[in-house]
């Protein structure tokens, strides 16, 4: 299997102080690399100063300490020893938390920054503004299986359907933790919209099985190889370098995965941040989701309700709409 080392794409900075925000205003290079390749890669964005802070905040969360007064939507339920760090204690179990600006306000900072948005939006277009749609944090301990390949985008019921995702290193991405891997070009295969949502996340093979269903399908594979075939088939960028403060930002239809955590006492912790354009409405498929459905109701039209600000903060609005 051939993967490719990740190149930076440009310098931005997201400061978690309270300073003025920095204006991204990205060369044009850059968003075409953006929509040709699936992703982009800007190394050192936050500080190692904020990098620690937010390492702290989510041991703290962890702990069931919510600063916000709310816990997130998700979090996993672990017995620890005092003094214990559930992130570096050996296991084979990745620990997901989903919603986490909800419960944390450093958290709420990063997920809402406006230089964050400006960026998203200006990589896909989008006119408007942006939006949070939701949050997820990763952190793959010691000995965590491989995370499957997938795509964000069939996990948002939303019209416009366009999602991206923002990815933040909380830690420096060494080959032996598991580093994010993304298939170049991926976003633009002709598949079914609903295809690519993993029903097992970690899986101890590899997670290739509904990659290469894909791929065959986007006519991109002969259907003669197999899932071993497949790795040496297609692209493979990795994120191996890029250090803790660096982020990627792909396109929701982009293919994405990462491998085992090889290590013995190092956690790799990542940060994903799914955002979508500031108008978007519910579609009808959202009352049939355990992520959505709390928010549509059979008997209302989806496309009239509007996504509350505190779960769905606008986080950039273009000055023309903002002034508007």
């Known amino acids: ?74 979090i996993p339920r672990i017995k620890i020893k005092p003094n214990e760090s559930i992130l570096t204690k050996q296991s084979g179990k990745v620990i997901q938390v989903i919603n986490v600006h909800k419960s944390n306000t450093l958290f709420r900072r990063l ?27 990763w952190a793959k301990p010691p000995g965590a299986k491989p995370l499957a390949f997938h795509r964000d985008s069939p996990y948002f019921m939303f019209e416009p359907n366009d999602v991206v995702t923002v990815w933040v290193a909380l830690d420096d991405m060494a080959d032996d933790v598991g580093p994010l891997e993304y298939v170049r070009g991926s976003h633009l295969w002709q598949t079914k919209q609903h295809v690519g949502s993993a029903k097992q996340f970690f899986q101890s093979n590899g997670g290739m099985k509904l990659l290469h269903s894909a791929a065959v399908q986007a006519g991109v594979l002969d259907e003669h190889y197999g899932e071993e075939e497949c790795a040496n088939q297609l692209e493979f960028v990795t994120l191996q370098g890029l250090q803790a403060g660096g982020i990627s930002i792909h396109d929701g239809r982009t293919w994405h995965g990462s491998g085992k955590n090889k290590t013995t006492n190092r956690p790799r912790r990542g940060l994903g941040l799914h955002f979508v354009p500031a108008e978007v409405r519910f579609t009808a498929e959202a009352v049939k989701s355990s992520l959505w459905r709390h928010y549509v109701t059979e008997d209302v039209d989806p496309a009239s309700i509007i996504l509350p600000q505190e779960d769905f903060p606008l986080t950039w609005q273009a000055p023309s709409v903002s002034e508007a």
Request: net charge negative; charged share 20%; proline share 6%.
């Open 1 to 74: 299997m051939t993967i490719e080392r990740f190149t930076p794409s440009f310098c931005v900075s997201v400061s978690l102080d309270h300073s003025e925000p920095h204006q991204a205003n990205l060369p044009q290079h850059v968003i075409n690399n953006f929509q040709k390749e699936g992703f982009v890669v800007f190394p050192n964005a936050l500080s190692a100063q904020d990098v620690k802070d937010l390492n702290e905040e989510l041991e703290r969360v962890l702990g069931g300490s919510y600063d916000r007064d709310q816990a997130p939507d998700k």
């Open 111 to 137: 997920a809402c920054h406006p230089t964050l948005g400006q960026i998203v939006a200006e990589l896909a277009g989008w006119k408007h503004g942006t939006r949070l749609a939701q949050d997820q944090i």
